[in-house]
Nanobody, 119 residues
Framework: QVQLVESGGGLVQAGGSHGLSCTVS????????QGWYRQAPGKQRELVAT???????NYADSVKGRATISRDNAKNTVYLHMNSLKPEDTAVYYC?????????????WGQGTQVTVSS
């Protein structure tokens, strides 16, 4: 069974930087894309950033220019680094791995890690 384990959550001051890591129990190169999503209290889960296996990246408008997603295939780890953090970045951040086949797309999720940005 695939496991995704996030780490790096915590309390950060507004304007600061922070990084998250996600280690996948299987080869991330076997997935079509990896990504980070977040869910704030009372809100739906939303995309933060994704990276495809050919290294194309995609960012939500709300984090564009402040976030960088990257991965290390040798370590089966995906990273998210954010700077200029804002209180509205406070959320539970979830790691995602997506597998696409002829039958459709399947998403694997981590358990989430809390990031709290204090003003």
């Amino acid at each position: 069974q695939v496991q995704l384990v996030e780490s790096g959550g915590g309390l950060v001051q507004a304007g600061g930087s922070h990084g998250l890591s996600c280690t996948v129990s299987t080869k991330i190169a076997d997935y079509n894309a990896q990504g980070w999503y977040r869910q704030a209290p009372g809100k739906q889960r939303e995309l933060v950033a994704t990276i495809s296996n050919d290294d194309r990246t995609n960012y939500a408008d709300s984090v564009k220019g402040r976030a960088t997603i990257s991965r290390d295939n040798a370590k089966n780890t995906v990273y998210l680094h954010m700077n200029s953090l804002k209180p509205e970045d406070t959320a539970v951040y979830y790691c995602n791995a997506r597998s696409v086949s002829w039958s459709g797309a399947f998403d694997y999720w981590g358990q989430g890690t809390q990031v709290t940005v204090s003003s």
